[in-house]
């Protein structure tokens, strides 16, 4: 079983089962476009926060859209999604009650916005209480591919971040996670296939289903 001191947790592919919905959010944008999403497309957003993110897909295929249009989009797109029930991986919930029960400090840092579907989602999955802040990629000037994400959640727990494991399931956020200081614990996701041997090298802890930590 694995309980550390403090606990950072991101949201989508990590706790959430809902990286599918970015899928058909991003060809459905694209697909209105005349382009059609690839993986190397994937790949490279999604360590990026939103403006940087918008601004690559602009660069990339010449949308004649500023960046806070293609936010907007987005945003519009996710929301329908966000208001109905997306189901937590197996065995995550257990684990966040299990650490809430033994009193560890618990925060988000995620890249979803806006903020509404995140609470909302964590409502809707019984989990909202759990949480001593809910930190945002916008919060700060670089994505996760930086620990700065990771630093700010963690100073509001109090907490140093060699006491703090964050859970993710990109290759890129764990390596900023691991630049800060933090434990690192990979979980696995569909859309992070390719890279979870990576993960399983780089992390402190990688597993393929959150029930491998309760045991």
């Known amino acids: ?28 944008f694209l697909e209105r476009r005349g382009h059609q999403v690839t993986q190397d497309y994937t790949d490279a957003i ?14 990339r295929y010449g949308l004649s859209e500023t960046i806070q249009q293609v936010i907007d989009a987005w945003f519009d797109m996710s929301e329908e999604y966000y208001r109905s029930h997306i189901p937590m991986k197996p065995g995550a919930r257990e684990y966040l009650s299990l650490l809430h029960e033994q009193g560890v400090p618990m925060a988000i840092a995620t890249s ?3 903020q509404k579907n995140i609470e909302v989602v964590l409502r ?16 700060v000037t670089r994505g996760k591919g930086f620990p700065d994400i990771y630093l700010l959640a963690a100073s509001r727990l109090g907490t140093d971040p060699s006491d703090c494991a964050v859970f993710e399931d990109i290759l890129a956020a764990i390596r900023g996670a691991s630049s800060g200081g933090f434990q690192t614990v990979g979980i696995y996701d569909d859309i992070s296939e390719g890279e979870w041997p990576a993960i399983q090298k780089e992390a402190t802890l990688a597993v393929r289903s959150w029930r491998e930590l309760l045991e």
């Open 46 to 59: 999604k360590a990026m926060g939103w403006e940087e993110g918008a601004r690559y897909t602009i660069e």
């Open 112 to 114: 979803m916005e806006p």
């Open 1 to 28: 079983m694995f309980l550390p001191k403090a606990a950072i947790f991101d949201l989508d592919g990590t706790l959430l089962d809902s990286m599918w919905v970015w899928k058909k959010i991003d060809a459905e």
């Open 124 to 139: 809707a999955n019984g989990i909202y209480d759990f949480f001593q802040n809910i930190t945002m990629n916008s919060e």
